[in-house]
T-cell receptor
Framework: EAGVTQFPSHSVIEKGQTVTLRCDPISGHDNLYWYRRVMGKEIKFLLHFVKESKQDESGMPNNRFLAERTGGTYSTLKVQPAELEDSGVYFC????????????????FGPGTRLTVT | AQSVTQLGSHVSVSEGALVLLRCNYSSSVPPYLFWYVQYPNQGLQLLLKYTTGATLVKGINGFEAEFKKSETSFHLTKPSAHMSDAAEYFCAVSTHSGSARQLTFGSGTQLTVLP
């Protein structure tokens, strides 16, 4: 079974440019999460999709970030325009459907996309 | 609100020595607790988790952790370090309730194993 994949693995862009990160979750996983780790800091939650719907986007830093999940499959995270403070590693994770009783399921993480804004 | 504190951003141990990575959490509701490991150029991998039941949990690669509610701690241990254990380790907390199960992470501990 393929794991969570992310593309690209690295991206270097100039301030003001646009970058789109992609995440392909494990097939059949309804839950998809985006996290970010800024250099030297903790990994922070950005948002959570259940299928194609945004369940929680409380961690999105500002309106320069736009996440989508087309058809409940892969997800994209667009940063437009990028700023220096957006540099960091962006992780995607997925997990199966939680169920009505909120059954626990592990989140499976991708390798991350390292974004550098110069 | 939840938070996680990992004491020591860098820990060095000799091969064969005890590994102890400290994690304290804050949560207003009963937590789920996790340890993840990240090897170079790889994603986060779940080492072990506490959800309910036995407070001493065993994970992969000989690691274990004990949930101590009174101390709000979930320290990670391994009796004998191996060179392959060198990696960054993250403690995380999540909640039982609600449909959003995002993880709140500590700042990570880089483990170095000395020959």
């Amino acid at each position: 079974e393929a794991g969570v994949t992310q593309f690209p693995s690295h991206s270097v862009i100039e301030k003001g440019q646009t970058v789109t990160l992609r995440c392909d979750p494990i097939s059949g996983h309804d839950n998809l999460y985006w996290y970010r780790r800024v250099m030297g800091k903790e990994i922070k939650f950005l948002l959570h999709f259940v299928k194609e719907s945004k369940q929680d986007e409380s961690g999105m830093p500002n309106n320069r970030f736009l996440a989508e999940r087309t058809g409940g499959t892969y997800s994209t995270l667009k940063v437009q325009p990028a700023e220096l403070e957006d540099s960091g590693v962006y992780f995607c994770a997925s997990s199966p459907y939680l169920g009505s009783q909120g059954t626990f399921y592990e989140q499976y993480f991708g390798p991350g996309t390292r974004l550098t804004v110069t | 609100a939840q938070s996680v504190t990992q004491l020591g951003s860098h820990v060095s141990v000799s091969e064969g020595a005890l590994v102890l990575l400290r994690c304290n959490y804050s949560s207003s509701v009963p937590p789920y607790l996790f340890w993840y490991v990240q090897y170079p150029n790889q994603g986060l991998q779940l080492l072990l988790k506490y959800t309910t039941g036995a407070t001493l949990v065993k994970g992969i690669n000989g690691f274990e952790a004990e949930f101590k509610k009174s101390e709000t701690s979930f320290h990670l241990t391994k009796p004998s370090a191996h060179m392959s254990d060198a990696a960054e380790y993250f403690c995380a907390v999540s909640t039982h309730s609600g449909s959003a199960r995002q993880l709140t992470f500590g700042s990570g501990t880089q483990l170095t194993v000395l020959p």
